[in-house]
Each structure stands twice: as structure tokens, then as C-alpha cells.
């Protein structure tokens, strides 16, 4: 298995740098100028072009992509144009522990309720309760995030003002000690990880309830079952068990989804995360601070899907690596 | 050694005349609270100060720093002042929270002990922050939302700062593609003639557009000098009347007649063209509505097209638009050959490429007047010239409209800005829990 993972590894250097090419000269064909910001009455003419040579934008594209590339094979991504020039990975630093975070945190809510919600399904097969959470969670999966995030920041921060409105911590959390700093960091986090999870809660949910319904149709259920094992048994170590595997492919498959719901979650509910400063860096054609935040990205979602392979194989003994 | 973003203003140093600001003698120390500046020709003292407002670096924390090291600085980052406030915390891109500055006496400590400013992107959260008093001060609050928002929340007041932003439709004067080409300057097929443009300018109702979405925080726009600048501002000239059936005959008058499908056509060209905005204006996508309706009932064809900010602004730096929506937002000091200037090299924000000798001189005129009140009568026949030529149709002055907490007592906005006395603000001491 580790000479897999090694191999899997290698693989994946030559694709992040395929995509980070693919990213250096898509947002270089991009019309707009890094530079724009200074280009404006009261500011001199010379500004602008002196942020042009300081950045190296004047050179030809493929002297510029060499430069990059021999600066990036040194680990130097070198500094945000739009971020008073910090190094990139500095403001990376910052943002990627909270995104992280809230990933860490829907991934867990979005399996936890998946899970729970498709057993529940299955096993009352045709009930009011799985018509009505069949319903409920086809609701959920069809609404669009960003408007939903609104909704429930009406409901409840508005209307019901049970939780913050925005921003990771209240105004002065720090003197609350470290237990209540966390605690209120929770607090801030409750709507934005409900709003990101539920859409892929429901989606889990389906393909829980779908799975279980054909393993708990096998013979190996009835055999279980006719020893005379008690109905929890069955269900959590020899249906669910089986009737995971495939859902264990959707963890790695889930990381895209959840980088990118977390752009516009970050940016309603004004968190200084990776998907605001990509969003951000973007609109400013800071070039440097994008490809890091690819090369971040990818690497996540590359490892993710390894990680769910492996997980793959540890549950499934007949799964060979 | 200077860098700063406004370095062309030391042109006037004493040395620039001679190719090379000679700093030794232009800028003088003799203490530690003066700063002489010294111009090698007179230079009005409203305009030294506006050009000379260049921040003073505390020489003990920068002086071991290297020149091409200063916009990367960590010590950019952590600003050191001696006003009513200094920097307590800065989280880029989330906050930047200020403290009272005890020990200032330029001119004195802030009243309010510590200042938060929140980077919060989403308009929406924005507006649930005031009304919930998670916030105290929002900015550029849309008037739809106001009923609501007062409705809601009765310790919220909307206050208004302004005239100094306004919104105007570009007509392109002159063949940009020619001028790019061979540089010679030939009128634009359809908007070169100033009888064209001030017809465009008589077909769209602008107070419709002001009634319908800035209602009393819009006023109609006459030119680039904002009534709010008194001594400047010409108030004898009247804005041209929403008149369709005017328009119509000056259009004919041009030789534009309406075409077998109802729209204007002159030597086989229709009169038709692409009105662009930058995305995401709601106020530009409403107003653009209004003009494709009102150019239409006139037998004018405008379609819309909406660009992403940043392409919007490279094509019309690059002369590709022929008509567009944009807006400025002016400066106290009237200084506008940025503009409208005839040197199309210099002036490089004369987007529509309108050219006026008169204009030109009139604006070098008024800024060799010592006082600025000398120059009221170069400023009013400047304004006078805009209105007969229409480089552009300006449509309306926005106020903008903020959102204030009741508990903040002593604050004036003024045109310099709504924080522009924040060191005199009170908070008064809540009795009951914000709702």
C-alpha cells in the first residue's frame, strides 16, 4: 500500500503543476491589470508602470513563465501584488486555518446527517418519515447556497437573533478567556457550516438510503437476522458497514464542492478564509496570490481523493492497493 | 528620498524647474512639528497643501530600510502616527481597530476610547449588522432599503454627505480607432457632433431616473463641478429640459431620419450603438434601462451590455467604447485637465476625447489664481462650455446616504467625508440592550 501511495504521490506532482501552468496563462489572457488600482487622477503616471517592472509584467509571457517556474521550483511564490506585497503563503497562512475549519467541520456534519438521515430512510423504506426526509432533503439539495446563506442569516440573526450575523468573533472576543474565544468561535460558525453542509447532507443521504436499501437485501442480512441478532446489530455493523463503501468514495469526490462553497460562504459571512482572498485576489488580477491559492487548493483536493482511496481499501479487505 | 503614489506633484519643488527636485532645499526639518515645503514659482496655497499632503515617515524606524524594500515593508503594515488615534490591531481584510490616543495633542486624544473597522463584503450582511446594532456606522446604505431599515430599528438615522459622486453617460467625440491608428482626430461617426450629443442629452430624462431610484438623494447633474462647491459652482445655468420632441428636430437638423424599421439613419448608417456599465451597479443598471427606453421612443437603437469592473476599465482606457456609463467621484480641489485636457497623452481620463482649447487655458488660468475665489470667473465660463458642448450626458449628483447608530452623538459629515470629525464623536452610554 505505501509503494501505491508513493506512486499515487508522485503522479500528482506533474497534474498540480499542469494545472498551475494552465493557471499562470489563463489569468495572465485574462483581460484587466494588476496595476489598475493605480491608475487614477491624483496618482502619478510613473506609479503604475513602476508596479508593472517591480511585478515583472513588462516581460514576454514565456520569460515570465520561466521566471515563475524557476522561482516556484525554489518554493518562492513570491508576494501579493494587491496585499501591501506580503509573501503569498503569509496571507495564505492566515486564511487557510479557516477554511480548513469550516471544510473540516461540514465534512463531518455533512457525513454525520447524511449517514443518520439515510439509515433512517432505508430502514423505514416507504414510510411517512423517509417520504418526508425524501422531500425535505430534495428541498435542501435543489436550493441555491448563497441565497439560502441570506435566508438564514434573516431567520436567524434577524428575526430570531440567535446567532451572529458575520465575522469569526465578536468585537473584543479575546478577553473572554480561551475556553469562551472558542466557544464564541463555535457560535460564529454554526450558521455558515449549516448553510454549506446541508446541500451535501442531502445529497449523502440519498446515496446512504440507496446502498443500504440494496445491502439490506442480501442474503448475509437475512442470515444475520435469522441467527437471531438484535435489529441494531444487524443494521450498524453488518448492513452499514457494507453499505459505506461506496460513500466513502464521495469523501474525497466532496472536497471540490466544499473549497467551493466555501468562496461565497466566506465571503457572506465576511471571513477572511481562502475562498475570500481567492475571490478577492482575482477581481484584483493579483496573479502570485492566485496560483498559490490553486497550488493549495489542488494539493487538498489531490491528497483528499488519496486519502479516500486508502480509506477505501482499509475498509474493504477485498480491496488490494 | 519620497515614495508616494501622488509624486508627480513635485513638480513645483524648487529644482524641478531645473530637471531635479533639489530635496535638500525643497523640504526643510527645522524642528520636530515643522515641515517647509519650498515651490520655485508661486503656487496657491489650497493647492501647496492639497500637493504637499504627502505623509511624513518616522525617520528612527525607517531609516535602515531599502529604497526598492519600501512598498513590501512590514512596517507598512503598522503605521505610527501622533493623531486622536493610533493602530491597535490590523487583520487585513477583516479589521483594523483603533485606540484613543492619550498622549496626542494633534489636536487631541479621540473621545471614543477604541474604533473598529470591519471588512464586511456582503451589502445584504452589511445592512443586518446596523439594524441588529452589530454595527454602528454603515456606509452607502441603498435608499430602497431605508423604510425597512427605520421601520425595524428605530435608533437607526440616515444621514447624507455629498455632492461629490456623480454618474454620467460617455459619448466617444472622436474615431478612437482612427486616433489609434494614425493619431489624427476625426469626429466620431455618431457622436462627433456636440448638436448629436446635446440631443442624447435632451431625450433622457434624468429626473425620471432620479425619482425612480435615488429619489431625494439625487439631484441633477450639470457639469463636473458639484454644487456643493459654492464658490465655483455657476448656478445661473439651467439643465437641459427633458425634451424628446427637441431632440427629434436637432437629430433631423443632423441629417438623421428615421429609417423604414422606425430607427435614425443618416449616409446608410443607423443610429445605433452598445451603451456598456461596469457589473454590478444596481443604480447604473437601472438608469441604463430608463435611456435604451427614452433613446428608443426617438428612433435611437442602444443595447446594453454589463462588464465585468476590470475589463470595463481596460476598454475604455483603451478607446474601444463608443458609448458608456460611469461615474466620478470628485476632489475638493477642482483640478480637472485629468479629464478633459486636449492633449490626449497627458489627459488620461479623457476618455470621450473631447478636445477645447478654451477650456484648456481656462483651467491653466485658474491655477495661477493665489486665492481660489480669483478663479470663480474662469470656472464659471468653464462650466458654461461644458454645458454648450456635452462632451459627455451627465445625469445626476448622488448623495451618499450612511446609516448612523442614535448612540453616536457629535458626529458632522460634511463633503471631506463621514468620519471626518470622528475624534469629537460621542457614544452615548446605552440604557436598554440593543434589540
Request: charged residues 20%; glycine residues 6%; aromatic residues 12%.
Given at each position: ?277 481567492t475571490v478577492e485576489a482575482i477581481f484584483a488580477r493579483d496573479y502570485p496570490l492566485i496560483i498559490a491559492n490553486t497550488f493549495i487548493s489542488g494539493s487538498l483536493i489531490v491528497l483528499g481523493n488519496l486519502f479516500a482511496d486508502v480509506l477505501y481499501a482499509v475498509a474493504d479487505p477485498r480491496i488490494k492497493l | 528620498m519620497i515614495a508616494s503614489a501622488r509624486q508627480q506633484y513635485l513638480a513645483e519643488l524648487v529644482g524641478a524647474d531645473k530637471g531635479q527636485v533639489d530635496f535638500d532645499k525643497a523640504i526643510e526639518t527645522p524642528n520636530d512639528t515643522t515641515l517647509i515645503f519650498r515651490f520655485y514659482k508661486p503656487v496657491p496655497e489650497h493647492l501647496a497643501l492639497f500637493h504637499t499632503s504627502l505623509t511624513p515617515l518616522p525617520a528612527h524606524r525607517w531609516k535602515d530600510v531599502k529604497p526598492d524594500e519600501f512598498r513590501h515593508s512590514p512596517l507598512n503594515l503598522n503605521p505610527l502616527g501622533a493623531g486622536p488615534y493610533k493602530l491597535k490591531n490590523w487583520m487585513q481584510q477583516q479589521e483594523i481597530v483603533l485606540a484613543s490616543n492619550r498622549r496626542s495633542n494633534l489636536p487631541k486624544p479621540g473621545n471614543i476610547p477604541s ?321
Amino acid at each position: 500500500m505505501l509503494i501505491y501511495i508513493f506512486k499515487r504521490l508522485l503522479i500528482a506532482i506533474p497534474l498540480i503543476f499542469g494545472v498551475l501552468t494552465l493557471t499562470f496563462f489563463i489569468i495572465r489572457l485574462a483581460p484587466g491589470d494588476p496595476a489598475a488600482f493605480f491608475i487614477q487622477p491624483g496618482i502619478s503616471p510613473n506609479v503604475a508602470e513602476q508596479i508593472r517592472a517591480q511585478y515583472g509584467l513588462n516581460d514576454p509571457l514565456p520569460v515570465q513563465y520561466f521566471k515563475w517556474l524557476a522561482n516556484v521550483l525554489q518554493g518562492d511564490f513570491g508576494r501579493s501584488f494587491s496585499r501591501a506585497q506580503q509573501p503569498v503563503f503569509d496571507v495564505i497562512a492566515e486564511a487557510l486555518p479557516i477554511t480548513v475549519t469550516i471544510a473540516g467541520l461540514t465534512l463531518v456534519a455533512n457525513f454525520t446527517f447524511g449517514i443518520l438521515i439515510g439509515i433512517v430512510s432505508a430502514i423505514r423504506q416507504n414510510s411517512f418519515l423517509d417520504r418526508f426526509l425524501t422531500v425535505t432533503a430534495l428541498f435542501f439539495y435543489s436550493m441555491p447556497e448563497f441565497w439560502f446563506a441570506l435566508m438564514m442569516i434573516i431567520l436567524f440573526a434577524l428575526k430570531f437573533p440567535i446567532f451572529p450575523v458575520s465575522g469569526l468573533n465578536e468585537i473584543g472576543a479575546e478577553s473572554y478567556g480561551v475556553f469562551g474565544f472558542i466557544v464564541d468561535r463555535f457560535w460564529h460558525l454554526v450558521l455558515p457550516v449549516t448553510v454549506l453542509s446541508i446541500n451535501g447532507a442531502a445529497g449523502i443521504a440519498r446515496y446512504v438510503r440507496g446502498s443500504m436499501l440494496e445491502v439490506i437485501r442480501q442474503d448475509y442480512i437475512r442470515t444475520a437476522r435469522a441467527k437471531g441478532l438484535p435489529e441494531n446489530v444487524v443494521i450498524f455493523k453488518h448492513a452499514l458497514r457494507n453499505a459505506l463503501l461506496p460513500v466513502i468514495t464521495l469523501m474525497g469526490s466532496s472536497l471540490p464542492f466544499i473549497f467551493s462553497g466555501a468562496l461565497f460562504i466566506e465571503v457572506i459571512f465576511a471571513f477572511p478564509g481562502m475562498g475570500r482572498v481567492t475571490v478577492e485576489a482575482i477581481f484584483a488580477r493579483d496573479y502570485p496570490l492566485i496560483i498559490a491559492n490553486t497550488f493549495i487548493s489542488g494539493s487538498l483536493i489531490v491528497l483528499g481523493n488519496l486519502f479516500a482511496d486508502v480509506l477505501y481499501a482499509v475498509a474493504d479487505p477485498r480491496i488490494k492497493l | 528620498m519620497i515614495a508616494s503614489a501622488r509624486q508627480q506633484y513635485l513638480a513645483e519643488l524648487v529644482g524641478a524647474d531645473k530637471g531635479q527636485v533639489d530635496f535638500d532645499k525643497a523640504i526643510e526639518t527645522p524642528n520636530d512639528t515643522t515641515l517647509i515645503f519650498r515651490f520655485y514659482k508661486p503656487v496657491p496655497e489650497h493647492l501647496a497643501l492639497f500637493h504637499t499632503s504627502l505623509t511624513p515617515l518616522p525617520a528612527h524606524r525607517w531609516k535602515d530600510v531599502k529604497p526598492d524594500e519600501f512598498r513590501h515593508s512590514p512596517l507598512n503594515l503598522n503605521p505610527l502616527g501622533a493623531g486622536p488615534y493610533k493602530l491597535k490591531n490590523w487583520m487585513q481584510q477583516q479589521e483594523i481597530v483603533l485606540a484613543s490616543n492619550r498622549r496626542s495633542n494633534l489636536p487631541k486624544p479621540g473621545n471614543i476610547p477604541s474604533i473598529s473597522f470591519k471588512v464586511v463584503p456582503d451589502y445584504t450582511v452589511r445592512l443586518t449588522q446596523l439594524q441588529t446594532g452589530a454595527a454602528d456606522v454603515v456606509e452607502n446604505i441603498k435608499p430602497e432599503d431605508f423604510t425597512a431599515l427605520l421601520k425595524a430599528n428605530r435608533q437607526i438615522q440616515i444621514k447624507t454627505v455629498g455632492l461629490r459622486v456623480y454618474d454620467y453617460v460617455g459619448w466617444s467625440n472622436i474615431d478612437h480607432e482612427e486616433y489609434r491608428k494614425s493619431g489624427t482626430f476625426k469626429p466620431h461617426p455618431l457622436f462627433g457632433s456636440a448638436s448629436v450629443r446635446l440631443a442624447l442629452t435632451n431625450a433622457i430624462d434624468r429626473q425620471a431616473i432620479i425619482d425612480g431610484y435615488l429619489k431625494q438623494y439625487g439631484v441633477v447633474c450639470n457639469n463636473d463641478i458639484s454644487p456643493s462647491l459654492k464658490w465655483a459652482y455657476n448656478s445661473r445655468i439651467t439643465p437641459h429640459a427633458f425634451d424628446p420632441a427637441k431632440a427629434s428636430a436637432m437629430l433631423k437638423a443632423e441629417g438623421w431620419i428615421p429609417g423604414a424599421d422606425g430607427i435614425l439613419q443618416k449616409n446608410g448608417r443607423k443610429f445605433s450603438f452598445v451603451l456598456y456599465t461596469n457589473a454590478g451597479n444596481a443604480r447604473r443598471n437601472y438608469a441604463s434601462v430608463i435611456i435604451q427606453q427614452n433613446l428608443r421612443s426617438i428612433g435611437i437603437d442602444c443595447k446594453l451590455d454589463v462588464q465585468e469592473s476590470n475589463v470595463f476599465f481596460e476598454n475604455l482606457q483603451a478607446g474601444k467604447l463608443d458609448a458608456w456609463m460611469a461615474g466620478w467621484s470628485i476632489g475638493l480641489e477642482i483640478d480637472p485637465l485629468d479629464v478633459w485636457g486636449s492633449n490626449l497623452k497627458k489627459s488620461r481620463f479623457n476618455f470621450t476625447g473631447y478636445r477645447n482649447s478654451r477650456l484648456d487655458e481656462l483651467c491653466e488660468l485658474a491655477k495661477q489664481k493665489m486665492d481660489p475665489k480669483g478663479a470663480r470667473p474662469y470656472w464659471l465660463e468653464y462650466q458654461e462650455i461644458l454645458h454648450r458642448d456635452q462632451p459627455v450626458t451627465f445625469l445626476y449628483w448622488i448623495k451618499e446616504t450612511q446609516g448612523f447608530s442614535k448612540r453616536i452623538e457629535g458626529e458632522e459629515l460634511n463633503i471631506s467625508g463621514s468620519f471626518y470629525n470622528i475624534d469629537d464623536w460621542r457614544l452615548r452610554p446605552s440604557t436598554t440592550v440593543a434589540p
